[in-house]
Antibody, heavy 116, light 110 residues
């Protein structure tokens, strides 16, 4: 089965850094568009970042200049480097595959808590 | 960026029809997508490009579009359909993509 498995979420202090991973199986991460999407506790969904198959990257204004999306082709893994973390970055972070302009496959999510 | 507005809640009795609307100016020219999210679980796509149902999604789910409003309809609601539903739109071909999710609708099966 097509599967996305996130990891790396944990408790981190404000101003700290964290790197999230999304292991992909049954398709090649470098050939499709992949995004990170987050959901703060009790809130709705917020798109965070996109990595296109051609390597171009895009970010929501709320994370621009602090987060960096990339991929490790050798491990077939999507990555999200998060620096300068703020309390309002606290959320479940999902990786998702884009298809037809929407997101057809989602991981189970990894929780990031930013707190002192 | 733009906004997509959904009603906060919809209540429906088993076997009845639930209609969830999503409104926004961008929907006049962009497709909409719908996701179902049950507590503690990741979202699942239940509709794409306004009216297309992904493989494995029951036929009781359907979508429609008119002007700046799209609608997800669940015909013959079952208890298992109780969940949060989010619409989403995007212009991924634009020079800078903009993916926006709706405010979300909690569907309660009475």
């Amino acid at each position: 089965d097509v599967q996305l498995v996130e990891s790396g979420g944990r408790l981190v202090q404000p101003g700290g850094s964290l790197r999230l991973s999304c292991a992909v199986s049954q398709f090649t991460v470098s050939t499709i568009y992949m995004s990170w999407i987050r959901q703060a506790p009790g809130k709705g969904l917020e798109w965070v970042s996109l990595l296109r198959s051609d390597g171009s990257t895009y970010y929501a204004d709320s994370v621009k200049d602090r987060f960096s999306i990339s991929r490790d082709n050798s491990k077939n893994t999507l990555l999200l480097q998060m620096d300068g973390l703020r309390v309002d970055d606290t959320a479940v972070y999902y990786c998702a595959r884009e298809a037809f302009g929407g997101f057809d496959i989602w991981g189970q999510g990894t929780m990031v808590i930013v707190s002192s | 960026s733009y906004e997509l507005t959904q009603p906060p809640s919809v209540s429906v009795s088993p076997g009845q029809t639930a209609r969830i609307t999503c409104s926004g100016d961008a929907l006049a020219k962009q497709h909409a997508y719908w996701y179902q999210q049950k507590p503690g679980q990741a979202p699942v796509m239940v509709m794409y490009k306004d009216t297309e149902r992904p493989s494995g999604i029951p036929e009781r789910f359907s979508g429609s579009s008119s002007g700046t409003t799209v609608t997800l309809t669940i015909t013959g609601v079952q208890a298992e359909d109780e969940a949060d539903y989010y619409c989403q739109s995007s212009d991924s071909s634009a020079s800078y993509p903009d993916y926006v999710f709706g405010t979300g609708t909690k569907v309660t099966v009475l």
